[in-house]
């Protein structure tokens, strides 16, 4: 099904083709002026060059080609050349209908048939998730949701942290404590761990004990691999907590160690193919290209000492992942600063076959970080890295108080009340995270992500709330709202339903770049304009039966467009406030 601009490049690329120059020309886009046109094509300009003509001429060519078709309200020559277009309430109003008869909302399902594994939110065992993992976990997952509704097989792996040394230290420091093989809970880990890293850091004897009970884990020795199995799971425990509290979903579960028997046979085989080299005592893939234009370092693969690095794990994470999957894509949604770590793994991907590059695309989605008011990474006040569970509780007692503030959820039960808040506190920290391009950092700022006005998850929230609560009064009083819409519209609702029309487009770049921002400034604008509609028109009041009906059938649509986008950035509606 093509979006209405889609639809438009079809007519006026049809007029190009008829003139003898290129249907691509016929690119037409929502207008960046809506005070002077709806939809604007600028081909004109690109075709006078080749055909070596004034563009207004060429223009003029097209204009006159397209004067009478019926789905064009207007059609004129602005400026040097390009043509700036209109449509008919009634061709508008049909293509309105036909995106309300979709399940999709009239997005294509160009995912259908493939697959996509998406790498994102990365804890380490043994340590406390905190706010560094927001992001990974927050944009990795409204990533999943939008490609599962592109019809993508899309697979989430939290990619943990669990294998090479610092879980040696971990077992050296229970072991030092008499504690090997008896249970610790995820408080005491939280002490353990620095405290095993320090012990190391300040005593040789205690990191080549590190070193051996790290060999001894990984060789299979039972007494080890029972105890790490035993913190494994409780930290999993502890991060499905917070995942759950964030609405974040994982379908694997799988870390480093997941690979640790691919990686001897595969670095044999690369360095039978010489592909894997020896250099200085460490075994490297070479990745370096002629064209390069800065050093690019090999990929490391056994250091001096026989120990496996991270990108020793991630390459074999991509073979096991393109065995198990045959993806068309691995998304790695992984902090920017990480590039050319990824850059290096994806290089040797191609250049070792383990991921042709026309079988599989590999991406690293990079995200900037979050900061504080004075403009470094968000920490307490008291200068340490937060816990993600105690932002999130913030978040929610913020939550509370706004609700108080702006006298909404007061009729309501505490269970509902509390239901309400947490939904608004998982709102403001989503749509606060996702609304920025993903490469940018942004300014953690509570206070300003919490409102109920704004550029907000909350203030979304209350429109869609305020939507369904006015469809709700309308079923009350005995009004129809058509189950099979028949849309009419008039100059008061136009803005809205063109609006409406432009999802499957800010979809597809949403899809093509990974950049959720688009569907945040999109859903704003959507209840901007609803708001605009709500003001300026009669519904409930509407005394024209059709008219209503129309206007009621837009509404439940905008509604039904706003709880989507929302719930493709993770964000949950509540039934009322």
């Known amino acids: 099904m093509a979006s209405l601009a889609q639809k438009l490049t079809e007519i006026v690329g049809a007029a190009f083709a008829a003139e003898g120059l290129s249907a691509e020309l016929g690119l037409v886009r929502v207008s960046d002026r809506p005070d002077l046109c709806q939809f604007q094509c600028n081909g004109?300009?690109?075709?006078?060059k080749a055909a070596k003509k004034n563009p207004r001429e060429i223009a003029q060519t097209l204009v006159q080609a397209l004067q009478d078709h019926p789905a064009l309200a207007r059609i004129e020559i602005a400026g040097p050349g390009f043509i700036n277009l209109d449509v008919t309430d009634a061709f508008l109003a049909a293509h309105i209908k036909s995106n309300a008869d979709?399940?999709?909302?009239?997005?294509?399902?160009?995912?259908?048939?493939?697959?996509?594994?998406?790498d994102y939110g990365g804890p380490n065992i043994a340590k406390p998730m905190h706010v560094g993992h927001l992001r990974s976990s927050i944009i990795g997952d409204s990533l999943r949701r939008i490609c599962a509704f592109a019809g993508y097989r899309a697979i989430g792996d939290v990619h943990m942290g669990d294998w090479g040394t610092p879980m040696g230290q971990i077992l050296s420091e229970l072991e030092a404590?008499?504690?090997l093989g008896q249970p610790v809970t995820m408080d005491e880990l939280e002490e353990i761990y620095p405290a095993a890293s320090r012990a190391c850091k300040e005593d040789e004897n205690r990191a080549e004990q590190a070193?051996?009970?790290?060999?001894?884990?990984?060789?299979?020795?039972?007494?080890?691999?029972?105890?790490?199995q035993q913190f494994i799971d409780v930290s999993i425990a502890g991060m499905k907590e917070n995942f759950d509290a964030l609405g974040v979903h994982f379908d694997l579960w799988k870390g480093e160690s997941d690979v640790h028997e691919r990686i001897a046979p595969m670095v044999e085989t690369l360095k039978t193919a010489g592909?894997?080299?020896?250099?200085?005592?460490a075994v490297v893939v070479p990745v370096a290209r002629e064209d390069d234009k800065k050093e690019m370092p090999p990929l490391i693969l056994y250091k001096r000492d026989g120990a496996v690095m991270y990108g020793t794990t991630d390459l074999a994470t991509v073979a096991d992942r393109v065995e198990a999957f045959s993806p068309a894509a691995i998304l790695y949604v992984v902090d920017q600063r990480q590039s050319l770590h990824f850059e290096q793994v994806?290089?040797?991907?191609?250049?070792?076959?383990?991921?042709p590059e026309e079988q599989v695309e590999l991406t690293h989605a990079g995200f900037g970080t979050m900061n504080g008011q004075d403009g470094?990474?968000?920490?307490?006040?008291?200068?340490?890295?937060?816990?993600?569970?105690?932002?999130?509780?913030m978040a929610v007692e913020k939550a509370q108080a706004r609700l108080e503030e702006a006298d909404l959820a007061a009729d309501m039960d505490q269970a509902e009340r509390d239901d309400v808040a947490h939904k608004v506190a998982v709102a403001a920290l989503k749509f606060a995270d996702l609304h920025n391009n993903r490469v940018a950092d942004y300014v953690f700022d509570i206070d300003r992500m919490t409102r109920f006005e704004g550029k907000t998850g909350p203030y979304l929230l209350y429109q869609a709330v305020r939507i369904n609560s006015l469809l709700n009064k309308a079923k009350g009083a005995g009004l129809d709202v058509p189950e099979n819409p028949t849309f009419a519209i008039k100059a008061e609702d136009r803005a809205l339903a063109l609006a409406l029309a432009e999802f499957p487009d800010h979809f597809r770049l949403a899809l093509?770049?990974?950049?959720?921002?688009?569907?945040?400034?999109?859903?704003?604008?959507?209840?901007?304009?609803?708001?605009?509609?709500?003001?300026?028109?009669?519904?409930?009041?509407?005394e024209d039966e059709q008219l209503r009906a129309s206007r009621l059938s837009l509404c439940a649509l905008t509604y039904r467009q706003l709880v989507l986008i929302l719930g493709l950035l993770g964000i949950q509606v509540p039934a009322r406030m």
Not at 275 to 281: D, K, N, Q, T
């Open 44 to 48: 004109a300009m690109a075709a006078a």
């Open 102 to 118: 979709s399940d999709t909302l009239g997005v294509e399902p160009v995912g259908a048939g493939r697959t996509i594994v998406l």
């Open 177 to 179: 404590r008499g504690r």
């Open 211 to 228: 070193r051996a009970a790290t060999v001894k884990l990984q060789d299979g020795d039972p007494v080890y691999r029972a105890a790490w």
């Open 275 to 281: 592909l894997a080299v020896e250099s200085e005592g």
């Open 346 to 355: 994806f290089r040797a991907a191609r250049v070792t076959a383990i991921a």
């Open 376 to 393: 470094k990474p968000f920490k307490t006040r008291a200068g340490g890295v937060m816990k993600l569970q105690d932002l999130i509780a």
């Open 512 to 542: 093509e770049n990974y950049t959720p921002h688009v569907l945040c400034d999109y859903a704003y604008k959507l209840a901007q304009d609803f708001s605009s509609f709500y003001g300026a028109c009669h519904i409930l009041s509407e």
